[in-house]
Structures are given as structure tokens and as C-alpha cells.
């Protein structure tokens, strides 16, 4: 039976239907649909650039630059390399080249605040070496101290190594060590690592080391810190033997896939020495040249992060999320502002708005202060937070605040009171050092009704105030009708 070919009305209907990142990988595959894909709306539920990669709705798409090996002479540095690609351009000899370092394209938006250079003003940091005359000696004298090191380091791993069972280990769970390494270094180091019995003291470890499971826990993470601290030396390695024996090594782009369940699909593209470019080239796939605003539920960006954002993009956008450093607080007002061209008039306001923050003037930004919902993670005094939650004009605010008295809660009712806060109001604080059973016991005698985890207590003429405590680290008061 011969087949017919799909209908234009029926790829429409197909394309309008399918999963996000299915339906990308049909437009990759599939140029002839590449001028009716961007023609349907779409719509994502997460939209994630804080990081140096792009998520989107749980798929990760990251860009890098590797060197180009034959598949059976690639060396274990060079597989760790691999796992996603470093996002540093190089030089011809595989050195970090800073090509792309502060170049904004048209379109970018740069959150950093640090007055990144226009796109074609900037000149390679790294240009002054280019092209000078290698000094044999110092080279060598380099590639000496590089090997040495390496030297040393596979030492101190051999001597854990000798010291515990030479079989297969289980590894420690992520949660209990301090060790900066990604997850897909540490499965690959893992590999490589043997397994530590208890009960057996580490060579240079006094006697009065922690028991046994946290010996296994310092043993497996300096096992680790060696083995990647090895792998980067060799990398350095293979660039002196590069300049020294004037090898050019091939270099090419690559992009990482990784799927929620942790799947990954890898693809290769030319590299051409500006990887900038790539990640550009990226962004306008997935997001570029749409008919209508692209619809995000939940955006979450970075006050440390570049968006390499397509010229002309709008995000009809619910929810948004600023993140950063721990002891880093983000400049919001000009972070709201660079990222307001970007925002479709749809988004205002914002169903909601969560940042970090210690000054409560930046709230009074109209995207903070026309937003439905605020979540602040607070870090000033407990007390300027708790008094600002009352003249907010918010239906909901949650804030994220260090313990204090429960009597300024009692203050905080009394004022709720005053200000005359309508049916619907809502605080919530989430008090991340001390119990809030403590506050919650102090409303407990005006309860006029109560249940495990609330009270309710007289308000006003028109509605009472519930007081919650479901959780071990929040407590919540709501403004509610007198028959509720």
C-alpha cells in the first residue's frame, strides 16, 4: 500500500502537540518544517539561564569547546574534558585563548554589571603572546614542573589507594561531601577510584581522627580532589607538548543534551574560534524568529550570567526567579531593567517574583511592586523584613528570614490589624535558624478555634487571622472570613 504524505494542516497539528524538546529535535532533523515550527506558539514551563547553560523545561543544552580525537586514542583527561566541554575559547596549541571573553552580540543581556565590551570592540586579552618566539628553556622548565606535579599528586592518590582494599567502592552520597566537582566528573572519576574499608587510619591522620564513616568520607574526597586535579595537569601537559613540538591539534564545537532522566545525546559542529557565536547560533534555534511571545511559566536567571538572547525576543512570562552567589546579593533594579525589553507587556504583572535582597527601597521597583506574588530570601535584620510585610501591597509575600522574639510577631499582628489588610492577605516566613513552634505557641490562648497545625484568632469586625505552622521551618498568617 503506497504511503501519503503528511498533510501541511497535519505536521501543524503534530508539531503543536509534541513535547518541547521533541519538537526542537524534529526542527534540527527536518528543515523543511523549520519555517512552519516558528510559526506555532510555544510554550515552556521552565525556562532556565542562570547557569552555563541553558534549560529548558528540564533539558539542558550546553556548549563547549573540545579537542577532536580518534575514537581509540582518547586520553582520560581528554574524556573528562568531553563530559560537556569547557566554555572557554582556545588557541590553536589548545591554551585558553579569551576570544569570546566580554563580548556582547546584539541582543545579549548582560546581568553581570561589569560593563561587558560591545561586540567588535573587544580584543583577545591573549593577543600580546600570540605569535612571539617560544623560549626552548622556559618550556621545558614548564613541562618539568607540570610533570613533577603530576608526579606528586598520583603519589599521595597511590598512598590512599594502598592504604584501603583495592575492590570496587560504593560511592559516598554528594550531599555529605564538599567537594566542587560536577556529576558527571564524579562518575568518571568514581571509575577510577578504589573502594576504602573502615577502621584504618589514613597515613599523616592523628588517632584521634573522626570514626570510621566520616575516615571514609575525608579519604574518598581527597581520593577525588587528586584524580581531577591530575586529569586538569595532564590537559596542561598535552598544550606545553603541543607548543613545543608545534603539533596543531583539531578543535570542535560541542553540544551536550542532557534529558531530565540524565540521557545524553552529544553533536559536533565546526569550530571557528568564536565560541560565542555557537552559543548564539543555540539560543536563536530554540528561541529565535517567533511569531508571537514565547510563553514561560517559571523564568530563572542569574545577576552573574550573560544571556546570549536573540534580537527582538519577548517572554510572556508568569513567574521569574533571580539567583546568585550565597554572599552576593544582585543589584535588582538593574537587573529588572536590563531584563524588561525582553519581557512582553503581557508579563506585568507578574503572577510571581522571588529574589534575594537586604534593602527594602529596591522593592519598590513596578515589577516587585506590581507582582501578585513576592518570595524574598532576606539577609538583614529578621525585624525590617517582618515590619516591611506589612505595608506591602501584595496579596501574597513569603520571606525567608533568621529567627527573632516571638513578641515582634505579636508587633506584626497588631500592625496587620492597623493597616486594615483585606480577606486574602497572606504572610508566610520561613525562619531558617530557629523553631517557629515558638512563635506559634504565643497565639495559641486567643485561639477561638484550632486544629493540630493552626489557629484562628480574632482580627477585626470582618475576618479573623489564621496562624499555621506545617512545616518545621514556616509559620503563616492569613487574613479570613469570619464563617471560614
Not at 550531599?175 to 566537582?181: D, G, H, K, L, R
Not at 575525608?218 to 598544550?239: G, P, T, W, Y
Not at 542532557?258 to 559536533?268: H, L, P
Amino acid at each position: 500500500m503506497a504511503s501519503k504524505p503528511i498533510t501541511y494542516d497535519c505536521v501543524e497539528s503534530i508539531l503543536k502537540h509534541t513535547n518541547l524538546n521533541t519538537r526542537l529535535e524534529l526542527k534540527a532533523r527536518c528543515p523543511s518544517i523549520r519555517q512552519l515550527e516558528i510559526t506555532i506558539p510555544l510554550e515552556i514551563d521552565v525556562l532556565d539561564f542562570s547557569g552555563p547553560h541553558v534549560i529548558v523545561n528540564g533539558v539542558e543544552y550546553h556548549i563547549g569547546v573540545v579537542q577532536k580525537w580518534s575514537t581509540d586514542g582518547i586520553p582520560d583527561w581528554a574524556k573528562l574534558d568531553r563530559m560537556e566541554g569547557p566554555q572557554q575559547d582556545v588557541d590553536e596549541f589548545g591554551r585558553r585563548s579569551g576570544a569570546s571573553h566580554g563580548i556582547l552580540m546584539p541582543g545579549d543581556i548582560d546581568l553581570t554589571g561589569k560593563g561587558r565590551i560591545p561586540w567588535g570592540r573587544q580584543k583577545n586579552p591573549f593577543e600580546h603572546i600570540k605569535g612571539l618566539p617560544v623560549n626552548p628553556d622556559n618550556l621545558n622548565k614548564e613541562i618539568e614542573e607540570v610533570q613533577n606535579r603530576i608526579k606528586e599528586k598520583k603519589k599521595k592518590s597511590s598512598m590512599i589507594s594502598r592504604t584501603w582494599d583495592q575492590s570496587q567502592f560504593n560511592l559516598i552520597s554528594m550531599e555529605t561531601t564538599n567537594v566542587f566537582i560536577s556529576k558527571e566528573e564524579l562518575k568518571f572519576i568514581t571509575e577510577r577510584i578504589v573502594v576504602i574499608k573502615e577502621d584504618v587510619i589514613i597515613p599523616g591522620e592523628e588517632e584521634t581522627t573522626p570514626g570510621p564513616e566520616e575516615t571514609q568520607r575525608e579519604a574518598v574526597n581527597r581520593q577525588k580532589e587528586l584524580d581531577l586535579e591530575i586529569f586538569k595537569s595532564q590537559k596542561d601537559l598535552q598544550r606545553l607538548f603541543n607548543i613545543r613540538d608545534n603539533v596543531i591539534p583539531e578543535f570542535q564545537v560541542q553540544l551536550t543534551i542532557r534529558s531530565e532522566s540524565a540521557e545524553k545525546q552529544i553533536k559536533y559542529g565546526k569550530y571557528t574560534g568564536k565560541l560565542h557565536e555557537s552559543q548564539k547560533g543555540l539560543m536563536n534555534f530554540i528561541l529565535g524568529n517567533r511569531n508571537a511571545p514565547i510563553k514561560v511559566k517559571k523564568l530563572i536567571v542569574s545577576h552573574e550570567s550573560v544571556i546570549r538572547a536573540p534580537i527582538g525576543l519577548k517572554l510572556e512570562v508568569e513567574g521569574l526567579k533571580i539567583i546568585g552567589r550565597k554572599y552576593h546579593l544582585p543589584r535588582l533594579e538593574e537587573i529588572l531593567n536590563r531584563l524588561r525589553p525582553i519581557f512582553d507587556e503581557s508579563s506585568i504583572p507578574l503572577k510571581s517574583i522571588e529574589f534575594r535582597s537586604k534593602r527594602v527601597e529596591e522593592f519598590n521597583h513596578e515589577m516587585i511592586m506590581s507582582a501578585k506574588e513576592v518570595i524574598i530570601k532576606w539577609k538583614h535584620n529578621p525585624l525590617t523584613m517582618i515590619n516591611a510585610c506589612v505595608d506591602l501591597p501584595h496579596q501574597r509575600v513569603t520571606a525567608d528570614v533568621c529567627y527573632t522574639t516571638p513578641y515582634h510577631y505579636i508587633d506584626f499582628v497588631k500592625l496587620l490589624k492597623d493597616s486594615g489588610r483585606p480577606i486574602g492577605t497572606h504572610r508566610s516566613f520561613i525562619i531558617n535558624d530557629g523553631p517557629p513552634e515558638e512563635i506559634f505557641k504565643v497565639f495559641q490562648k486567643d485561639a477561638i478555634s484550632k486544629g493540630d497545625k493552626f489557629v484562628v484568632i480574632p482580627f477585626n469586625e470582618e475576618a479573623n487571622l489564621k496562624v499555621s505552622c506545617h512545616s518545621y521551618d514556616q509559620i503563616s498568617f492569613e487574613v479570613i472570613g469570619l464563617s471560614e
